[in-house]
């Protein structure tokens, strides 16, 4: 397992946490010998990366893309929309990133969130995985 991490932003994240998550993950879901690219972004990149593949012209949390072969996947979060959400959600920045690394690590495994059901499940696969696999 190969774990790109590239922190595009001045935030100060723990990268070997982030790093722990994923392999975590991979080991839950028994992905072996794959590549995942993780990119942390601010607010301007990820509008335009959501405007060029989504055609939505806002920032959003966090945009996944699958790849193929030994490539899983890349993902891209907006940091300063994570802190937001955080608030939101009553969550420390940390958690809402692992929160949503979690969701698009499900992304790049072939859950999806376009429907009310499946959203609801990716929400507790997310949450078990945190509660039962993660102590950080």
Not at 60 to 74: C, N, P, Q, S
């Amino acid at each position: 397992m190969i774990v790109e991490i590239n922190n595009r932003t001045k935030a100060a994240i723990n990268l070997a946490l982030i790093k722990r998550v994923v392999k975590l993950f991979c080991q839950e879901y028994k992905i072996k010998h794959q590549e995942i690219s993780l990119a942390i972004v601010g607010d301007q990149e990820i509008k335009k990366l959501n405007q060029a593949y989504r055609r939505i012209n806002q920032a959003t949390d966090i945009l996944t893309f699958a790849g193929e072969a030994d490539f899983l996947g890349e993902i891209i979060i907006d940091y300063a929309q994570i802190k937001r959400q955080a608030k939101q959600f009553n969550n420390t920045a940390l958690e809402e990133l692992i929160f949503v690394l979690v969701h698009g690590l499900l992304h790049l495994i072939g859950y999806d969130d376009q429907t009310e059901k499946g959203r609801k499940e990716m929400e507790r696969l997310a949450s078990e995985f945190i509660n039962l696999k993660l102590k950080y």
